[in-house]
């Protein structure tokens, strides 16, 4: 069992910055595939980025060179930086750890980019 808690939401003006973080218990999070999603209001869960355990990371073309994922192994924690602020970014970010064929999923944080 994994317990994924997730941190940093808020709101922000457009252009600005925010750092989640999601932080993981209950399982060797080296060996986890770390990842973050969104969700907006009336519209599915999509990817925003992934990590995997060695740190190499892919992104959803539309946060490609704003946004940047990393993990603190040492931590058990995982980040996306956040940049260039848009107001279509607002929605619910939410963690995933995925080991093996099971996911594990965060409560969910909020983010708000308006001005």
């Known amino acids: 069992q994994v317990q994924l808690v997730e941190s940093g939401g808020g709101l922000v003006q457009p252009g600005g910055s925010l750092r989640l973080s999601c932080a993981a218990s209950g399982s060797i999070f080296s060996i986890l595939v770390m990842g973050w999603y969104r969700q907006a209001p009336g519209k599915q869960r999509e990817l925003v980025a992934t990590?995997?355990?060695?740190?190499?990371?892919n992104y959803a073309d539309f946060v490609k060179g704003r946004f940047a994922i990393s993990r603190d192994n040492a931590k058990n924690t995982m980040y996306l930086q956040m940049n260039s602020l848009k107001p279509e970014d607002t929605a619910v970010y939410y963690c995933?750890?995925?080991?093996?064929?099971?996911?594990?999923w965060g409560q969910g944080t909020q983010v708000t980019v308006s001005s």
């Open positions: 990590v995997m355990p060695g740190g190499s990371a």
């Open positions: 995933k750890a995925q080991q093996l064929a099971i996911q594990y």
